[in-house]
Nanobody, 121 residues
Framework: QVQLVESGGGLVQAGGSLRLSCAASGSIFSINVMGWYRQAPGNQRELVATITSGGSTNYVDSVKGRFTISRDNAKNTVYLGMNSLKPEDTAVYYC???????????????WGQGTQVTVSS
């Protein structure tokens, strides 16, 4: 069994910063891609950023230069540093980790519980 626990959301003024964390625990052999998604009210869930096990990163255009994704493999944790936040960044943020369990088999995508980020103007 694997669990992902997110933390770090909150309310911040436009131009402010937040840092999200997502830690995986349980029967873990390896973790491939880690990522962050977000969903605003009335919108579909969208990809924000991903990072591979080798450290390659990818960002949606709207956050490039403002957000930074990173990972700590020893802690099975992925982070999302968010600077220069805008009201349009307001959403529930979800982490996703592709995890291979200790007992073999293919990687499975696990999701965090979601954390609210609200940016006031």
């Amino acid at each position: 069994q694997v669990q992902l626990v997110e933390s770090g959301g909150g309310l911040v003024q436009a131009g402010g910063s937040l840092r999200l964390s997502c830690a995986a625990s349980g029967s873990i052999f390896s973790i491939n891609v880690m990522g962050w998604y977000r969903q605003a009210p009335g919108n579909q869930r969208e990809l924000v950023a991903t990072i591979t096990s080798g450290g390659s990163t990818n960002y949606v255009d709207s956050v490039k230069g403002r957000f930074t994704i990173s990972r700590d493999n020893a802690k099975n944790t992925v982070y999302l540093g968010m600077n220069s936040l805008k009201p349009e960044d307001t959403a529930v943020y979800y982490c996703n980790q592709q995890i291979r369990g200790r007992y073999g088999g293919p990687s499975v995508a696990y999701w965090g519980q979601g954390t609210q980020v609200t940016v006031s103007s």
